[in-house]
């Protein structure tokens, strides 16, 4: 009898042992497609939280109070940063300040290509624009990105340790580090200009001392980013801005799971070696699927169409797609009459084979500005709204893009 009470209690303690999807809550992701890298590279250690599920949009969200309490208790925060998630910023200030908060918009290694003006595209060069602007040479946008790149970095000052963690483990003697400069940019197009925009004169370790800056506060860096007396619709999508969406080309994704490799090892270092080999190996996935993205769209990459919202200018150029518009320049911004007017005139002006809705937002929209056009309608979903959430999420979410403009682009004449 006494053994089995003993066994009884034994049983009932290992109950109340934390398992590893929970032992580590208090890392937290933004949104589904960072969830899922986070995911992916602290898979069979624990699993991250989501702050927004299903089809709620960056764009529009508001914290709730649960997730104000999980954020108070967050060791580490994943987010793109205050041009997509505006509404974290403030609460990672002052709710999470214990937390540390890694900004992905400053990955290093990162494209960052700009903002398209007023939703008409088809003025440029649709091929080399984005990459040569992401190289900062010869214009004004360089000194935009340097500021917003470089300065006032909460995670930098409140964590100098991690920052040193950063240099030293990610740059000396460390095998990942070099597979992952050698694995991001064989064999793509964009190669030399990934090194111009990536590596010109400057090492990672001093990239990364001009990132971690002391001296200047957040304020400041949000004064300079937002563009000086614009509201939130302007600061996320407005003139000479930097597009956020930049999990959508996979190449991209390579820079922003090394970020949160190197971030979970200073948070959780007992478990380096797991992570490390999470992240080699997805490395190596995110290189297969841009193959196998460029050889699906390879057919239909020259037949023009519209977005919903210029969401997509990442995917666009790195998949050498042509759009030729967007029916708004701000997703939360309904447009008026003269814009679908605008739009429903582009359409047959350049015959445009498609226009895409998005689950987020108003599909009618799209009904409307296709009404006496020959354009079909498709779907694109850049956040992986009806997808369940975890390591895979982020694959079948540019899967799923790609068959979406594969199939609406083929059937149109």
Known sequence: MKS???????????MLVPNAASAHSDVIASIKPVHSLVAAVMEGVGEPELIIDGA?????????????????????????????????????????????????MKAHDLVRLDLREGGAFEGHDHGDHGHEEAGHEGHDHAEKHDDHAHEGHNHAEKHDDHAEKHDDHAHEGHSHAA????????????????????????????KHDDHAHEGHDHAAKHDDHAHEGHDHGDHAHGHGGVDAHIWLDPQNAKALVHEIEEALVAHDPANAAKYEANAEALMARLDDLTAEIKTTLEPVKDKPFVVFHDAYHYFEDRFGLKAVGSITVSPEVIPGARRVGEIQGKLKELDAACVFSEPQFEPKLVTVVTDGTNAKSGVLDPLGAGLENGPSLYFELLRGMASSFRDCLAVAS
């Open 4 to 14: 089995m009470r003993g066994f009884l209690l034994a049983a009932s303690a290992l």
């Open 56 to 104: 709620g949009s960056p764009h529009t969200y508001a914290l709730k109070p649960s997730q104000a309490a999980d954020l108070e208790k967050a060791g580490l925060v994943f987010w793109v940063g205050p041009n997509l998630e505006a509404f974290l910023e403030k609460p990672i200030e002052t709710i999470g300040s214990k937390a540390v908060s890694v900004e992905l």
């Open 179 to 206: 597979k992952h400069d050698d694995h991001a940019h064989e064999g793509h197009d964009h190669a030399e200009k990934h090194d111009d925009h990536a590596h010109e004169g400057h090492s990672h370790a001093a």
